[in-house]
């Protein structure tokens, strides 16, 4: 188990409504990056934050928004929910960024109706 | 989009073989990871391997590394029912400040049969 933790562990929302996941990064860990894993797809890069600001985004529309708090851990926003959107959410921290190895939280499953 | 494209898609072995797994990914890398997930819940990290390296050792995990063929294998010797998962590798392209993201392939799907 890595000490990065998530919450909550399910959540059930309705198309057009908006969501909040949050996350605790490792102790010591100043780099959050957020994942979304359809089924049976591997985990897509939604965006990176260092130090309380972003660092990097993939390929995700703007809906899709976030924040670091000065004690490191996270919130992932997703706004206008689509029936797309259903997925689990993992979010990832490390301590120097994607040269070293990822630690992933046991992530968020989502699902929009 | 998905750089890495892990084959096979699905792999069911008998406990005690050996299960080797491919990764093909498609522009230069930094370092490439192997992860490991159970039943759709977090990813664990196996083993980083960085483009100036071709092979590393974790315990029974064995990675190899062909940066001119852009491929990658995982080696899982002596395999246990608990080796049942997915397993996808990832590729980092960018060091430091404007990150890129790890990205994923598909994964395999590895049964371990007792």
């Known amino acids: 188990e890595t000490g990065v933790t998530q919450s909550p562990t399910h959540l059930i929302k309705t198309r057009g409504q908006q969501v909040t996941l949050r996350c605790s990064s490792q102790?010591?860990?100043?780099?959050v990056s957020w994942y979304q894993q359809a089924l049976g797809q591997g985990p897509q890069f939604i965006f990176q934050y260092y130090r309380e600001e972003e660092n990097g985004r993939g390929n995700f529309p703007p809906r899709f928004s976030g924040l670091q708090f000065p004690n490191y851990s996270s919130e992932l926003n997703v706004n206008a929910l689509e029936l797309d959107d259903s997925a689990l959410y993992l979010c990832?921290?490390?301590?120097?960024?994607?040269?070293?190895?990822?630690?992933f939280g046991p992530g968020t499953r989502l699902t929009v109706t | 989009s998905q750089q890495g494209e892990e084959d096979p898609q699905a792999l069911s072995i008998q406990e005690g073989e050996n299960a080797t797994m491919n990764c093909s990914y498609k522009?230069?890398?930094?370092?490439l990871q192997w992860y490991r997930q159970n039943s759709g819940r977090g990813l664990v990290h196996l083993i980083l391997i960085r483009s100036n390296e071709r092979e590393k050792h974790s315990g029974r995990l064995r990675v190899t590394l062909d940066t001119s063929k852009k491929s990658s294998s995982l080696l899982i010797t002596a395999s246990r029912a608990a080796d049942t998962a997915s397993y996808f590798c990832?590729?980092?392209?960018?060091?430091?400040?404007?990150?890129?993201?790890?990205?994923f392939g598909k994964g395999t799907h590895l049964i371990i049969q007792p």
């Open positions: 990832a921290s490390s301590g120097q960024g994607l040269s070293y190895e990822q630690y």
């Open positions: 990832a590729t980092a392209t960018h060091v430091g400040g404007g990150a890129d993201g790890l990205t």
């Open positions: 522009t230069s890398i930094n370092n």
């Open positions: 102790s010591g860990h100043n780099t």
